[in-house]
């Protein structure tokens, strides 16, 4: 299994920036994808982006074009870059991984989950 710690989020303003990271635990991060998604109080977990094991990414409509997904499997590390920042971006963000192989955009594509990072953007 892995574990996932999170860190980074906070409040920033709208039109702002922010990196969130998320660390494993393990010596087999290069062989999981990765993803990232969100939650509102009162709504349901949403895709925001996920990695594949070589490199490929997938945004979910709501991020495109603002937020980048990256990893370095050298730190064992994802990092969820978020750009011009909207109060509709506030969330608690999770990290995820599957040994699966495949890109998800659901929550039930993931087996393993970060304790989640608060992110309040304010207007």
């Known amino acids: 299994q892995v574990q996932l710690v999170e860190s980074g989020g906070r409040l920033v303003q709208a039109g702002g920036s922010l990196r969130l990271s998320c660390t494993a635990s393990?010596?087999?991060?290069?062989?999981?994808?990765m993803g990232w998604f969100r939650q509102a109080p009162g709504k349901e977990r949403e895709f925001a982006a996920a990695?594949?094991?070589?490199?490929?990414?997938y945004y979910g409509d709501s991020v495109k074009g603002r937020f980048t997904i990256s990893r370095d499997n050298a730190k064992n590390t994802v990092y969820l870059q978020m750009n011009s920042l909207k109060p509709e971006d506030t969330a608690i963000y999770y990290c995820a991984a599957t040994d699966r192989g495949i890109i998800s955009t659901r929550v039930r594509g993931y087996d393993y989950w970060g304790q989640g990072t608060q992110v309040t953007v304010s207007s």
């Open positions: 393990g010596r087999t991060f290069s062989s999981y994808v």
């Open positions: 990695i594949s094991r070589g490199g490929s990414t």
